[in-house]
C-alpha cells in the first residue's frame, strides 16, 4: 500500500512539474542520460524522472533534447566515449531533424515515396525471364524473410485471417546480363518500384537483384491486427548503387576458431547489411587450420586436430557467399606470423628464434610473431606452390599477402640469414624487401592482385608493383592520402576494428578515411572502399555477433552511401531510428546482436527496440 501511494504521489508531482516547467518542458523527450562515469544511464520510456531531466537539460548547456515529436535536437556523437560529458552534446546549429522517409538500411542512393499504404500477398509469386540458379535460391530464402508468420522452415501456412483483397501479388525481377563471373568491378546497382500495380526490381547483374531483394524485405511490415502485411508510404522509387565496390569485414578464425555453422550465419549477415566482402585471415602465427593436399603437414599447425578447414569446407564457404553477393578473399599473411607454418615445416622459420633477442618465445599464445626465413631453400618454393593450390579454391583476382609487423629480431640468430645478407650487403629491412618483392611476383604469376597490410608501403613506398593494393589499417586518412598520391589503390581498415570493444557506431560512422583525399578525383577513384576488422584475440563464436552487430552497421552505411553517412549536421540522428529498427531486423532473423549502445540496458518487454 505504502508503494502505491508512493507512486500516486510521484505520479501527482510529475503532472505539477510539468505544468510548472511549462511549454520549454514540454519541448523536451529523452531518449538516453549518462552520468560522467557511465554507471546511471535513463531512458524517457515509462519513468517518472522526466520533470528531473527536463530541468537538468535546460540548464546544462552540454544537454541534448528532443522536441515533441520526437526528433533529437542535437548529435549524440561523443556521449557514449566523451568521459567529461555528463549528458550528451548540445548542437545549436541543429533546429530539427526530419527522419528519412523509409526505414533501410544501408539508406539507398536515391528514394521518392508517398504517402499510401498497400497490401502484399504472402503468396507473392516470382516473375523473371533470368535462368539464374543464383536468383532462384535468393528468392526461396527471401519468401521466409518477407512472410515470417507464413514460412516455417521450408513450409508454406496460408493465412487463417479474415479474406483480403491483397494490393500485391506478383514480383518481376529484370537482369540485364547473365554473367555471374563476381569481382570487384561487377556492377551492383538495381532499381526498385513498388506500387498498388506491383513491385519491380531492375538491375544489371544477379547480385544487383539480390540487394533489391534485401531493401525490398525491410520494407515488408507485417499488422499483426490486421493480420496482412504492408508496405507503407508508396508509390516508392530507389535507385540504388554503392559508392564504394569494396565493404568487406575481416574474421580471424585463426587465433580462435569459428566452427562452419557460424560462419554461414555471419555471411547472413553481411548480405543484409549489404556487405559484399568475406576477408578470411584464416591463418595466423598461433594457428594453421586450413587444409593443403600439396603441403599435408602444414595443418598439423592447427591449434586442436578437430578444428580445422577442409578443402571441402573451403569450396563450400566460397560458393555459400557467392550465392549472396560476397567475394571471399584469404590472407596468407608473411613473412610475419608465421609460427604455425612452423609446426609441419620447421625448415621454414629460422634458426634460433626462440633465443633471439627481440623476438616472441611464448608462441602459440601472445605475443607470436615469428616470421618465416626468406632464406630457406623451402620457402619461396611452398608459398608459390600454395599460392598455385589455391589460385582456383579462392576465385577473387585478389590475395592478401599481409606483410605487417615483422619482427626482424628473429632473423638475428641465424648464420644463414646472416651471412646471406652480408653476402649481398642487404640490411634485415632489405631481406624484408626481397621477400615482399618475391611473393608479389608469386602472386601475380599465380593470377593474383597482391594486397598488403599498410607497413609494406611504409617500409619500400614507390618501389612497389604499381598493381599491388595498400590497405590501411593503423594511419588511417594519413596514409591513404600517401598511397593514393603514390598512384595506388588502397584500402582502409584504420578505426574499424570490431575487437575495440569500448567504441559506439557514432565513432564508427563518423570516421572518414577520405577525409584528406576528398575532392581531388584522380586520388578518389584510387580509394576502393574497407573493411571491418574483427580481430580473434579476444572473441571466440559465443560471442562474435555481439562484438560485430549492431556496430558494423556503422562501417556498412559509411562504405554504401557515403554521401548520407558521416559526420555533418543531422547524419548521426537521421541513422538512429534506422539503426536501431535494423538491429531488429537482425535479431528476428536469428543474428545475436548487441545494443546499439551496449553499455546501455534494456528496460521493457520489446527484445530489441528498448536497446
Known amino acids: 500500500k505504502n508503494h502505491a501511494k508512493m507512486r500516486q504521489i510521484n505520479v501527482l508531482l510529475l503532472f505539477l512539474s510539468l505544468f510548472v516547467l511549462g511549454f520549454s518542458a514540454l519541448n523536451y523527450r529523452f531518449q538516453e542520460w549518462q552520468s560522467v562515469d557511465k554507471s546511471k544511464v535513463m531512458s524517457f520510456w515509462g519513468r517518472k524522472d522526466y520533470a528531473f531531466l527536463s530541468t537538468k537539460c535546460d540548464s546544462d548547456p552540454k544537454c541534448a533534447g528532443f522536441d515533441s515529436n520526437g526528433n533529437l535536437l542535437s548529435s549524440v556523437a561523443g556521449a557514449a566515449y566523451d568521459q567529461t560529458a555528463s549528458l550528451f552534446i548540445k548542437d545549436s546549429s541543429l533546429n530539427q531533424t526530419s527522419y528519412l522517409p523509409i526505414n533501410v538500411w544501408p539508406y539507398p542512393t536515391s528514394v521518392s515515396s508517398g504517402n499510401v499504404e498497400i497490401t502484399v500477398s ?56 547473365s554473367n555471374e563471373n563476381l569481382q570487384l568491378e561487377t556492377d551492383q546497382s538495381y532499381d526498385l518500384e513498388i506500387s498498388s500495380n506491383g513491385i519491380q526490381i531492375s538491375s544489371n547483374t544477379v547480385y544487383g537483384a539480390l540487394y533489391g531483394l534485401e531493401t525490398l524485405a525491410q520494407l515488408i511490415k507485417y499488422n499483426y491486427n490486421k493480420e496482412i502485411y504492408i508496405i507503407k508510404s508508396t508509390p516508392i522509387s530507389i535507385k540504388d548503387s554503392p559508392s564504394f ?17 557460424q560462419l554461414k550465419v555471419m555471411l547472413d549477415s553481411l548480405s543484409y547489411a549489404k556487405m559484399n566482402v568475406f576477408h578470411w585471415h584464416i591463418v595466423d602465427a598461433q594457428s594453421f587450420p586450413l587444409q593443403s593436399r600439396a603441403y599435408p603437414k602444414l595443418w598439423q599447425g592447427a591449434w586442436n586436430p578437430t578444428e580445422k578447414y577442409t578443402l571441402n569446407d573451403v569450396a563450400f564457404i566460397v560458393k555459400y557467399a557467392k550465392e549472396r553477393g560476397i567475394r571471399v578473399i584469404p590472407e596468407f599473411d608473411g613473412p610475419g606470423h608465421a609460427w604455425a607454418w612452423g609446426v609441419g615445416y620447421p625448415e621454414l622459420l629460422p634458426e634460433g628464434w626462440a633465443t633471439a633477442k627481440s623476438c616472441s618465445n611464448t608462441c602459440p599464445s601472445n605475443p607470436c610473431n615469428v616470421p618465416l626465413d626468406p632464406t630457406s631453400p623451402s620457402t619461396y618454393p611452398l608459398l608459390k606452390g600454395l599460392y598455385n593450390e589455391f589460385k582456383n579454391v579462392f576465385p577473387d583476382q585478389f590475395l592478401h599477402l599481409g606483410g605487417d609487423e615483422v619482427e626482424q629480431g ?6 644463414r640469414i646472416s651471412q646471406y645478407i652480408t653476402k649481398k650487403n642487404i640490411t634485415l629491412d632489405g631481406l624484408y624487401e626481397e621477400f615482399v618483392q618475391k611473393v608479389h611476383v608469386l602472386s601475380l604469376e599465380a593470377g593474383k592482385i597482391p594486397i598488403n597490410w599498410e607497413e609494406v608501403f611504409r617500409h619500400f613506398g614507390s618501389k612497389l608493383d604499381k598493381r599491388i593494393i595498400n590497405h590501411a589499417w593503423w594511419s588511417g586518412p594519413t596514409f591513404i592520402f600517401n598511397s593514393t598520391k603514390a598512384g595506388y589503390r588502397t584500402l582502409s581498415s584504420s578505426g574499424w576494428y ?26 578518389e577513384k584510387l580509394y576502393l572502399g574497407g573493411e571491418s576488422a574483427m580481430w580473434g584475440e579476444r572473441m571466440t563464436a559465443s560471442n562474435l555477433f555481439h562484438l560485430v552487430w549492431p556496430k558494423n552497421c556503422a562501417v556498412s552505411e559509411r562504405l ?4 548520407i553517412s558521416g559526420s555533418g549536421v543531422g547524419k548521426i540522428e537521421r541513422a538512429l531510428p534506422r539503426l536501431h529498427e535494423f538491429k531488429c531486423v537482425l535479431e528476428r532473423r536469428g543474428i545475436n546482436a548487441d545494443p546499439v549502445y551496449s553499455w546501455n540496458y534494456a528496460q521493457f518487454p520489446s527484445a530489441c527496440l528498448d536497446s
Open 122 to 177: 504472402p503468396m507473392l509469386s516470382l516473375r523473371t525471364s533470368s535462368p539464374s540458379v543464383i536468383l532462384q535460391k535468393g528468392w526461396k530464402r527471401y519468401q521466409k524473410i518477407f512472410f515470417p508468420q507464413n514460412f516455417y522452415d521450408d513450409s508454406f501456412v496460408a493465412p487463417q485471417g479474415a479474406k483480403v483483397q491483397f494490393a500485391v501479388s506478383t514480383l518481376t525481377v529484370e537482369i540485364k546480363n
Open 498 to 523: 570490431l575487437d575495440h570493444w569500448t567504441e559506439t557506431w557514432t565513432k564508427w560512422y563518423q570516421n572518414d578515411p577520405m577525409a584528406l583525399i576528398r575532392g581531388n578525383p584522380s586520388l
Open 560 to 563: 554504401w552511401n557515403d554521401a
Open 245 to 261: 565496390l569494396h565493404r568487406g569485414m575481416l574474421l580471424d578464425t585463426s587465433r580462435h576458431y569459428i566452427p562452419m555453422a
Open 410 to 415: 628473429c632473423w638475428s640468430n641465424s648464420k
